[in-house]
């Protein structure tokens, strides 16, 4: 991606902030990152990774086709816009399971599993093995595009302080999916690691037990879309301007009143959000870095005010409409 000019003060979210919001692990994104340029966050002077709403935008995106079963290198360095029409053609096909045309892309890691699985996956036309490597470590030097589907990992005993060493493993990898093959582990620990990126077998396996543990990484219906994405809230794009100026929403507060007083009541809540505004955007610039919760605030509360002007502005029309009507009436009698 093209190096950009630095973003606004107050703009920026460090990567634990675009982990929560976007759902992409922190080490999965600095995989993306290393192996497929997915963004290129600003570095702070003391090294920090410093995203801004763009990249949080597109990484939203790149979440969600990727969840739908596109290949990240394939949306890995598409435009936002261009995102933005996939994810669109994607809501209107929908996706449903299909079997797979290629051969599943393995990477297996581990010394006595390692040794049997090249023998009796040499034949074998279901799986592609991109390596074999005789120890966990070799992972870390492992460097091959495109990244396999599945890791393949040995351990002879697993513990509780292990688990986040197989969570990086697996994000190094670049995988999608891993199979933990064990000797001996409590069910504690497993219960921690099994998930649905992770499913975890006793020792000893073989081709045929390495085809049904496949069949359980097959792609799934997509997950229902996004509340916020319905919602039309995409923190990419600047928050909608005032609809109305100060002095118009006083003007429409002190107008002709009704037996409800509505369009009062809209005005205060309009003012009130506009205020709202103008204070998390200071917080987020006396902070430096934007949180996670700023940003999703910030963003709803910006909707959430240009529906109720949207909304107040039809209901004015509605009324002038309505006197017309009225007038309309009164000449005619």
């Known amino acids: 991606m093209a190096d950009r000019s630095p973003p606004q003060e107050g703009q920026t979210y ?30 702070s002077d003391s090294g920090t990774r410093l995203y801004d709403s763009e990249d949080v935008g597109r990484l939203t995106l790149i979440k969600r086709l990727v969840d739908r079963g596109d290949a990240i290198s394939s949306v890995a360095n598409l435009s936002l816009d261009a995102l933005r029409e996939r994810m669109h ?74 688990v986040g060493e197989v969570h990086r493993l697996l994000a190094r990898s670049g995988a999608a999916h891993c199979l933990l093959v064990y000797g001996f582990a409590g069910q504690g620990v497993l219960e921690q690691l099994i998930s649905d990126r992770l499913v ?14 496949c069949q359980v990484f097959r792609p799934a219906p997509p997950p229902p879309s996004d509340p916020l994405a319905r919602l039309g809230i995409d923190l990419a794009r600047p928050a909608p301007g005032p609809k109305f100026s100060a002095s118009e929403l006083a003007a429409i507060a002190s ?36 949180s996670a919760a700023q940003a999703l605030v910030q963003a709803c509360a910006a909707q959430a005010r240009a529906l109720l002007e949207e909304g107040l502005s039809r209901s004015l029309d509605l009324s002038e409409d309505n006197r017309c009507d009225v007038d309309t009436k009164d000449s005619a009698g």
């Open 14 to 43: 460090r990567i634990g902030a675009v982990s929560r919001l976007t759902g992409i692990p922190a080490d999965t994104l600095r995989v993306w990152e290393r192996r497929y340029h997915v963004t290129t966050p600003i570095r």
């Open 89 to 162: 053609g994607a809501d209107l096909i929908g996706r449903s399971p299909v079997a797979r045309t290629r051969p599943w892309r393995l990477l297996v890691a581990g010394p006595y599993l390692a040794d049997r699985l090249r023998v009796e996956a040499s034949g074998a036309s279901d799986f592609e093995c991109l390596g074999f490597l005789s120890s966990r470590e070799g992972i870390f030097s492992f460097d091959r595009d495109p990244a396999p589907d599945v890791l393949v990992l040995e351990y002879p005993g697993i513990h509780a302080d292990q």
């Open 255 to 290: 107008a002709r009143p009704t037996p409800c007083d509505c369009h009062r009541h809209l005005v205060d809540l309009i003012s009130a959000l506009y205020a709202f505004e103008s204070y998390s955007r200071e917080c987020a610039i006396r902070e430096g870095a934007g």
């Open 200 to 213: 975890a077998r006793r020792s000893p396996i073989g081709m045929a037990d390495l085809r049904r543990c």
